[in-house]
């Protein structure tokens, strides 16, 4: 079965941190750049970050840049979110999504060039 499952989320408080995972099954994810979205309650669902299928270009949005560091090991076919210091602002479902042959550097937060997605994890962050 073709699935990515996202684990890692959970509750913590302001300044902490947090690892998300991203699992591939049913496929190799060797071949396709991860993004990872969040949505807060209200709001639209948005990027947060992406890296590329080689690992070699990573994009963050600005909102998470110099906290949140995108990685993957392809050997373990899985992605990761590191997310320290995070703040109430933070909080939201995040999914991870794949991508393959999507201009990365002309729109890696478009949500349409992502055809696989994952059921999200709970993030939330306490005052």
């Known amino acids: 079965q073709v699935q990515l499952v996202e684990s890692g989320g959970g509750l913590v408080q302001t300044g902490g941190s947090l690892r998300l995972s991203c699992a591939a099954s049913g496929f190799t994810l060797d071949y396709y750049a991860i993004g990872w979205f969040r949505q807060a309650p209200g709001k639209e669902r948005e990027g947060v970050s992406c890296?590329?299928?080689?690992?070699?270009?990573?994009y963050y949005a600005d909102s998470v840049k110099g906290r949140f560091t995108i990685s993957r090991d392809n050997a373990k076919n899985t992605g990761y979110l590191q997310m320290n210091s995070l703040k109430p602002e933070d909080t939201g479902v995040y999914y991870c999504a794949t991508s393959k042959d999507w201009p990365l550097n002309k729109g890696w937060a478009i949500e349409y060039g992502y055809d696989l997605w994952g059921q999200g994890t709970q993030v939330t962050v306490s005052l």
């Open positions: 890296i590329s299928s080689d690992g070699g270009n990573t």
